[in-house]
């Protein structure tokens, strides 16, 4: 099982970026996806989980109304759009595997990990 996060990057408050994750060694029809993020000095915290058919999502407080979670089973990967970029969204950002196929935002519910992106916003 391997998932793998990629466009992070350093970027001006405002600004939108978008986030990858493509994984291989399970089939993403059987399992939930989340995304989370930890900032330096601070705990790992939830942004947002999709469940396997993508019909339900959920979100952090912190990022509803300008993070967007959506996936594309067929290519094996999940996004995260993320739109008006704050500097308190400044962290490393990880996605996560599911131990089933229905939505879940606690961290003692994904089984797997990938190794992070780094997100900097600062202007």
């Known amino acids: 099982v391997q998932l793998q996060a990629s466009g992070g990057g350093l970027v001006q408050p405002g600004v939108s970026l978008r986030l990858s994750c493509v994984v291989s060694?399970?089939?993403?029809?059987?399992?939930?996806i989340g995304w989370f993020r930890q900032a330096p000095g601070k705990e790992r915290e939830f942004v947002a989980a999709?469940?396997?058919?993508?019909?339900?999502?959920s979100y952090a407080d912190s990022v509803k109304g300008r993070f967007t979670i959506s996936r594309d089973n067929a290519k094996n990967t999940v996004y995260l759009g993320m739109n008006s970029l704050k500097p308190e969204d400044t962290a490393v950002y990880y996605c996560?595997?599911?131990?089933?196929?229905?939505?879940?935002?606690?961290?003692?519910?994904?089984?797997?990990w990938g190794q992070g992106t780094l997100v900097t916003v600062s202007s």
């Open positions: 999709i469940s396997w058919s993508a019909g339900s999502t």
């Open positions: 996560a595997m599911g131990r089933d196929r229905f939505l879940r935002t606690r961290i003692a519910d994904f089984g797997s």
């Open positions: 060694g399970f089939s993403l029809d059987d399992h939930a």
